[in-house]
């Protein structure tokens, strides 16, 4: 899901040099209200997998958030979008890890959630509310390049990016 504030946001941070010839997941691709997924392949990714709980328009392969890290393994992306997800997610802190480890050093990640003000929305369920200030936090291990509110209703815009450096053998 992503509706045209999030078109607008990725359009102005997403960059050919974070997606050309590198390989894309898109977390929560099930296409209701719109995607990022027609600029983003516009930018020519070397691969683009869009994952959903269940299939639809814009979903490759069914696979749950909380099993990314399993399923997928570790480093494995350059980019991960995550649109109008998180907030839905239960275990957001086991599905937030999963998007750090899943990613490449130096991958990118842009991801839209809902702020307190929004309404309830449950598609499956809705649990969270994340404010700028949540988002610092919950990132502080990444570069933030970009963090901002939504300028149409209540939500978070983010985009941090791995350190160069990171691989999974230093948080041992």
């Known amino acids: 899901m992503c509706d045209q504030s999030c078109i607008d946001f ?8 974070d997606v050309k010839g590198k390989s894309v997941i898109e977390v929560g ?10 600029m983003v392949e516009s ?23 909380e099993d990314l890290l399993t399923h997928y393994g570790e480093e494995k992306f350059d980019l991960l979008i995550c649109t109008e997800v998180i907030e839905h ?8 890890s999963n998007f750090k480890n899943i ?7 842009p991801i839209a959630t809902r702020s307190i003000g929004f309404a309830y929305h449950s598609a499956p369920a809705d649990y969270w509310r994340y404010q700028v200030s949540d988002m610092e936090v ?30 999974l053998s230093n948080c041992t």
């Not at 930018?43 to 958030?65: F, H, R, S, W």
């Not at 990613?103 to 990640?109: C, E, I």
Request: aromatic share 6%.
């Open 10 to 17: 990725a359009n102005k941070t997403l960059k050919s040099e």
């Open 29 to 38: 691709s099930y296409d209701i209200n719109g995607s990022l997924r027609s």
């Open 43 to 65: 930018l020519q990714p070397l691969t683009y997998k869009g994952v959903d709980i269940e299939m639809g328009p814009g979903v490759d392969e069914v696979c749950n958030a």
């Open 89 to 96: 997610v239960q275990n957001w802190r086991q599905v937030i």
């Open 103 to 109: 990613l490449k050093p130096d991958g990118v990640l």
């Open 138 to 167: 919950i990132f502080a291990d990444m570069i933030i390049e970009v963090l901002d509110k939504d300028p149409e209703q209540p939500g978070v815009f983010i985009k941090a990016r791995e350190h160069p450096s990171f691989a």
